[in-house]
């Protein structure tokens, strides 16, 4: 008999119920459950499960026909129902109750203990039955359970729990029943293990502690002999049901319902958690748990907090647990969930079933408030809610409309405060002591993304902190109840102080991050750059400097030129920071210019010739450059630009004057002064500024020259290396690509002006001269990746730095640069190009870390008032060290905004980005935006980086870039891409309704974009980065999301006529792109439209389709899908309709499909055959017979 109880326990886990019905076994099985390997086992055994039905009939026989009488549910588990129909494979909602006996249970008293219990709270064998959106309890024979015992081979523990945790996930179905699972395993010669798991639907956790107290007393009455009834049978809950239905009509339920309205009016929906995953889980499904235990003296110090302020343990927590999220998120407003017990004030203490209710505690952080300030409101901030928590949290959502996709985001945080539950050891009747132990580690998974739980027992603490995997991870998890802990010891000490003055940080991990940042290393400081090529110079006179368009100069002719060139500008009055124009396109004098006015003591500025005038105007009047260097062809165009008085020199037509100034001074025994020092300015790099004016960033030779060194030290370039220098030389990043190679003995080729943006070229170009080193805008790396034929064998180093590295291109650049390393660099203007490094071979995740600090550069993540952030926690990012720019030119306010004092190195500066970054668990550091490029649309914080990104690893799309577009009040998401050359040629296979659902795969709603517009390139500014200024600019015809569409095709009609009845909406108002939840859709709304569908369309969808197609046009496209697929079409019963003299479906009944499926595991059978038999007399027209039939039919 013991393997039909397995049999029979193995199919509720399925869902599969058996049951007797006279002397028919009749089989209840939802939709997929069945197949032919159970069906033959179910006819093999079925004499043996129809004697064991037989036996347990009365056993399960309901006692009270009135305690069973079906009744609704209550709005919290209509609320819970919703959410598991939403994902039916969860196993959030179920509640383990898990204990081990190593003295062992007497199997056949504990297995009736069960059914006692069952017997006392009705609840317990109820199923869920949804009647057109109208959800019940329904009590029946197959809804009772027995205890199943299981003989297990698993010695080991961790095996065993990994055992017991998959029981625990096995799905419960709601409509069907049961929705409990006694179950009893035993490991011969260990122990037994009773795991009792039961849904959330029917239980809460002060339920649990009712029935295992319950269980145990039937069980040891029965141990000892005595006679057990079940005593009166409870009906709580059905009475909690009604008492909440009349309190919800109530005028308190409608001050109820008004206090949460007050209270998160203007709330977010949910909290932007940082990333606390580094690299992809291997299974992202499930929950984890981390666990720390508060020491003794701790635990004390807490208690002490909570006497001397004359609040409890929990509020300390709660307030402490708040202000981590806020100093974690930098969010001013946060929801928490709490849950409370919702027994009405204690009329139903002693019964059983769902009456936990969650509470939403909005904290509001202003970040000055000290400790006991902000303890006190958290106090209040939960006493409020308790008095207000008999109002369903299911009905604060609907009533605030947050229903729909997001309707789950408040549930992202929770905490909990409870005593642990435990066993004593209860004393028998015959002396001897049963003993049974929790299995702490069974335990219900947490609804939420991150939950705490704060366990107390005898005085002393535990910190239970559970996780969605996928979305966290055990190290992160770990490392945040670490700061928690920190937090609570810098409360204990001192709570009189401001909320962001405690550290986060321990002593620990303040060790690990001051390890990051120890970069300290020798380099030549005291030596300016042309210095540095003069002594290469001397090493390699014959070796090839710079290499343009077909000639080239050697070290020693291009230090010849330079020189004499410095001589000439010393003459002109040049001298040490003082500010020299170059108004030059690329070419040999450019790199004479540059290197020559640094060997006269000057600093370059960068004049592009392809800015616009007025840009040129402003740069000229704000250096005041004495001198302008430029070329011959650009110097009539220049002369429109300059102000009067300053000495223009054209490198090429004026060489001859400069070559003979330098022959005369030199026969006058007259050489280049060297007048620059290690802190004087080598160039002057202008860059945008927020007030619509470019800002010069001021740089020295000490802070180049630290990068060039690293760089030289770090990648080793030599001799045979060819730098391919293309960079336009208005930007920082040229400055490496000029003169690192210099330094070093390389050649550097000078691509033609504008050749940077011609991929043919640039291809033609590397391979011709075998280049080996080159440097790429992310952007302009993404385009010749696509669009470059062939490859480039010769590269050996592929530099990125700009803007931000997509992973795509660093894991598919060798299919063009087979033999090439990719370093990912990081570096403002402002600290001297590059900053942090990363090699590119090993990625830890689906993004590309900037790296980590070079030598002599500190990296410091701070939060808004200069706190330490802790590692993996976001922050600005701050450039400390020997590569800080002196700051900005004629900008003092400016640079003392932005150049700060470092508290770490009394005495130095740091730089304020403005970047988002994090700290990796490696010691590199993650970039995650601009702090002030975030945009916020209908209240959510958006990276529109994360949206470009997602939309990047479409196969079809080459590029794209997503804006916020209008005013704040109506802004909206607009999406601009380019198609891969594939797709380019099919353009309408790439629509907007194809990339929404791309994106609907990985981010939430609030993150789609409202439109997207097709390009044929993206606009780029001068550096070759994104203009989004122009991107916003443009004038084109964009559809809004929100223009009126009507239905198109049959099935839309019939939608759009069901949505009108179900949303009081005008006739005609409902259109393809309308949203059933931004229309006044909610939960319980879309279960009811389920039912509509199921009548309309004869098809079963399940709940997530709705919420998955929010607009009309996606949701009748997934119904047409569907019914084509057959994928959730109900069985149909086709009837012949004569006078129509056509065939139509109709969907059959819930009866029906139980005969259809019966007859399907017994085909061929005649026990559903009605039989019936007449006499005739007289003639008998045998074709009137049948056509009477007929017409009956």
């Known amino acids: 008999m013991q393997s039909v109880f397995t049999f029979l326990a193995s199919l509720a886990a399925k869902g ?70 939403l994902d039916p494979s969860s196993s959030v909602y179920h509640v383990p109750l898990c204990f081990r006996s190593e003295s062992g249970f007497q199997v056949q008293h504990l297995a009736r203990a069960w059914e006692l219990v069952q017997a006392k709270f009705p609840i317990l064998q109820a199923r869920i039955v949804d009647r057109d959106g109208s959800l019940s309890h329904f009590f029946d024979d197959t809804c009772k359970t027995s205890l199943t015992e299981e003989q297990v081979d698993i010695e080991g523990e961790a095996e065993m729990l990994a055992f017991l945790r998959a029981r625990v996930r096995q799905p419960f179905d709601l409509a069907c029943g049961p929705l409990a699972r006694p179950q009893l395993f035993v490991r011969p010669g260990q122990d ?200 369903p949290f299911p009905l604060i959502i609907k009533d605030l409309k947050l229903a729909g996709v997001n309707a789950n985001s408040i549930f992202r945080l929770s905490y909990a405060y409870q005593n642990v539950f435990k066993l004593q050891d209860v004393s028998m009747s015959d002396g001897r002591q049963f003993g049974v132990e929790l299995v702490s580690e069974i335990s219900q998974e947490s609804a939420a993304d991150l939950a705490l739980e704060v366990f107390e027992e005898q005085g002393t603490f535990s910190l239970h902190l559970k996780y969605a995997e996928g979305v966290f991870n055990a190290s992160m998890a770990e490392r945040m109840l670490g700061h928690l802990r920190t937090l609570l010891a810098g409360v204990s000490e001192d709570s009189a102080r401001a909320g962001h003055q405690y550290s986060l940080v321990g002593e620990l991990e303040k060790g690990r991050i001051d390890a990051f940042n120890a970069t300290d290393a020798q380099f030549p400081g005291d030596t300016c750059m042309h210095e540095l090529f003069s002594a290469q110079t001397a090493a390699t006179p014959q070796g090839r400097a710079v290499v343009f368009e077909g000639a080239a100069l050697s070290y020693q002719q291009l230090h010849d030129r330079c020189s004499d060139l410095a001589l000439f500008l010393q003459w002109k009055g040049v001298g040490a920071d003082d500010l020299v124009g170059l108004y030059m396109e690329r070419s040999l ?20 010739p392809e800015y616009p005038s007025e840009r040129l105007v402003y740069m000229l009047q704000d250096t005041q450059a004495k001198v302008v260097l430029t070329q011959a062809r650009l110097m009539q165009s220049l002369r429109q630009l300059v102000m009067p008085g300053t000495i223009l020199i054209a490198v090429d037509g004026d060489w001859e004057a400069i070559a003979a100034h330098a022959q005369a001074a030199r026969r006058d025994r007259i050489d280049v002064r060297p007048l620059a020092r290690p802190d004087s300015l080598a160039y002057v790099i202008y860059t945008s500024g927020s007030t619509g004016r470019p800002k010069g960033v001021m740089v020295e030779h000490r802070a180049i020259m630290n990068r060039i060194f690293w760089g030289q030290k770090q990648y080793q370039l030599d001799e045979h290396d060819i730098y391919l220098q293309k960079t336009p030389y208005s930007f920082d990043v040229s400055v490496p690509e000029f003169f690192g190679p210099l330094m070093s003995g390389a050649c550097v080729l000078l691509a033609r002006p504008g050749g940077h943006m011609d991929v043919e070229y640039l291809q033609h170009l590397i391979n011709s001269a075998g280049v080996t080193t080159l440097h790429y805008v992310p952007s302009m790396l993404r385009t010749f990746l696509e669009n470059a034929q062939g490859s480039c064998a010769s590269v050996r180093r592929i530099f990125c730095s700009g803007e931000a590295l997509d992973w795509r291109s660093a894991t598919h650049y060798r299919e063009r640069f087979p033999n090439a390393a990719m370093f990912n660099l990081y570096g403002p203007t402002e600290a001297a190009v590059e900053v942090t490094a990363y ?92 702090i002030d490029t975030q945009v916020k649309v209908r209240g959510f914080r958006i990276e529109l980086g994360e949206i470009e990104t997602r939309l990047n690893e479409h196969p079809g799309i080459e590029d794209s870039v997503v804006i916020a577009s209008g005013s704040d009040s109506d802004k ?112 319980l709304l879309a279960m009811q439209l389920l039912s509509r569908l199921r009548k309309e369309f004869a098809i079963e969808l399940p709940l997530k389709v709705v919420f998955e197609n929010h607009t009309l046009g996606e949701l009748a496209s997934g119904i047409e899908q569907a019914l084509e697929q057959d994928a959730y ?41 009605c039989p019936g038999a007449v006499t005739l007399q007289g003639q008998f027209d045998i074709d009137l017979l049948e056509a009477a039939f007929r017409q009956v039919i």
Request: proline share 7%; aromatic share 8%.
């Open 589 to 608: 004098e450019l790199m004479v210019g540059l290197m020559g006015t640094l060997m006269a003591g000057g600093a370059y500025v960068p004049l592009d």
């Open 972 to 1083: 909206r998401l607009v999406a601009f891409y380019v198609l891969t050359q594939g797709t380019a040629d099919a353009p309408d296979a790439m629509d907007a309704d194809t990339l929404r659902a791309h994106l609907q795969a990985t981010l939430p709603a609030y993150m789609l974009p409202a439109a997207f517009v097709c390009l044929p390139r993206i606009p780029l500014t001068p550096s070759g980065k994104a203009d989004r200024g122009a991107l916003g600019r443009m004038e084109i015809g964009i559809q809004s999301a929100h223009v009126h569409l009507p239905p198109r095709t049959d099935g839309e009609r019939r939608l759009a006529a069901i949505w009108e009845v179900m949303l009081g909406l005008e006739e005609g108002r409902a259109g393809v792109h309308d949203n059933f939840f931004d229309l006044g859709g909610h939960s």
């Open 192 to 391: 037994m293990v009773l795991l009792i798991t039961i849904h959330h639907i029917v239980i809460d956790g002060i339920s649990s502690v009712i029935l295992l107290k319950q269980l145990l007393t039937f069980y040891l009455a029965l141990c000892a002999g005595q006679d057990v009834e079940a005593g009166q049978v409870s009906d709580g809950y059905r009475q909690f049901v009604a008492w909440e239905e009349d309190l919800l009509a109530s005028p308190q339920g409608a001050a109820l319902a008004q206090f949460w309205q007050n209270q998160l009016l203007g709330a977010p929906p949910g909290v932007e958690l940082p990333p606390l995953i580094e690299t992809a889980a291997a299974d992202d499904s499930g929950n984890g748990c981390v666990l720390q235990h508060l020491a003794p003296n701790d635990s004390q110090r807490i208690l002490a907090v909570s006497r001397t302020h004359g609040v409890p343990p929990s509020a300390i927590f709660l307030a402490a647990f708040q202000l981590l999220l806020h100093r974690y998120t930098n969010q001013e407003d946060i929801v928490i969930t709490m849950p409370v017990m919702g027994r009405a004030g204690g009329r139903f203490s002693n019964d059983i079933g769902y009456f936990v209710n969650m509470v939403p505690l909005r904290s509001q952080y202003r970040g000055d408030d000290d400790f006991s300030t902000w303890l006190q409101g958290t106090q209040r901030l939960m006493m409020d809610a308790l008095y207000n928590s008999p109002y």
């Open 839 to 930: 090699h590119c071979s090993h990625l830890p995740g689906q993004f590309v870390p900037i790296g980590a600090p070079i030598s002599n550069i500190q990296i410091h993540i701070l939060d808004a008032q200069q706190n330490v952030q802790p590692i993996g926690v976001p922050g600005e990012l701050v450039i400390a060290g020997q590569g800080l720019a002196r700051g900005y030119l004629n900008r003092p306010d400016l640079t003392e905004e932005k150049f700060v004092a470092n508290p770490f190195r009394p005495g130095e500066r740091m730089y304020r980005t403005g970047d988002l970054a994090r700290w990796l668990d490696d010691g590199n550091v993650q970039y995650l935006g601009r």
């Open 16 to 85: 599969i119920k058996l049951s007797l019905d006279g002397d028919r076994l009749d089989c209840f099985a939802p939709q997929g459950a069945m197949n032919a390997e159970i069906r033959n086992s179910i006819v093999e055994l079925r004499p043996h499960i129809i004697a064991m039905l037989r036996e347990h009939r009365l056993a399960h026989a309901s006692s009270s026909a009135e305690l069973v009488r079906p009744f609704p549910l209550s709005a919290g588990e209509s609320g819970l129902y919703v959410l598991q129909r």
């Open 1129 to 1169: 079409a109900r069985p149909v019963a086709t009837i012949a309709v004569a006078e129509r003299g056509q065939m139509t479906q109709l969907p059959l009944s819930y009866v029906q499909e139980r005969l259809w499926f019966l007859d399907q595991l017994e085909p061929g059978g005649a026990s559903y055959n």
